[in-house]
């Protein structure tokens, strides 16, 4: 074999492992409907939970034309009001969830939000959340992050960190949440948009180093 033969299957080799070690970290989103381009297509709602077209200043999407719009139902006691989509999962499996926010400077959300809990929970908060449950769908784990309330700025979408939550021992189910608190019946409103979920579960690989690669082609 020719010196410039080797080098050929040589680089051939090492961008097929480029290609595969990518393919193996790659990961796409579990959501159907995501952007909420398809109104609530896919998504279940409870409460005020409502699809939004574009219509600025009011509603503004991060991308697309629609948004989730998602606001309390003033009942006097503590609200909530959701979107969520569940899927079937295993013990073990690891998942990255993160979304996006606003609130319009004309229905704000008001006061300090979740941190007034401390206190008393008076005003309203959103949140990003992962729940498992076992097969009598109870709750046995979850991971959540507060994604908006009255502190954040307003007429900005504010993308939030990311959370991870791994299956525990007896998951056979996996929800993924947008919840709206109210607790004490004030005012305003969040738009969602952008949410996503991924399945990023290690996945082991054989290594393999320069000199095993250059001697299949000796």
């Known amino acids: 074999m020719s010196r410039l033969t080797r080098a050929l299957l040589l680089c051939a080799a090492c961008a097929g492992l480029f290609f595969l070690a990518t393919d193996a970290g790659a990961s796409s989103n579990l959501l159907a409907n995501p952007g909420f381009e398809s109104g609530l297509a896919g998504w279940i709602a409870f409460g005020n939970a409502y699809p ?7 509603v503004v999407p991060l991308s697309g034309q629609g948004v989730a719009k998602m606001f309390g139902n003033f009942t006097g006691g503590f609200d909530v009001t959701g979107i969520f989509q569940p899927f079937a999962t295993v013990p073990g499996t690891q998942y990255q969830m993160s979304s996006n926010a606003r609130h319009f400077s004309g229905d704000p959300l008001l006061g300090i939000g979740a941190a007034s809990c401390a206190t008393g929970c008076s005003d309203n908060w959103v949140v990003q959340k992962i729940v498992f449950k076992d097969a009598g769908n109870v709750e046995i784990g979850s991971a959540e992050s507060v994604i908006l309330d ?7 979408w504010v993308a939030a960190a990311p959370i991870t939550a791994t299956a525990p021992a007896g998951a056979v189910s996996v929800e993924v949440f947008i ?16 949410v996503e979920f991924l399945d990023v579960t290690s996945v082991p690989t054989q290594p393999s180093t320069w000199g095993q690669l250059k001697g299949l082609y000796r």
């Open 179 to 194: 919840l709206y608190l109210q607790p004490a019946g004030k005012p305003g409103a969040a738009q969602i948009d952008d």
């Open 52 to 58: 939004e077209t574009s219509n600025p200043p009011s």
């Open 150 to 156: 009255g502190t954040y700025p307003t007429d900005v």
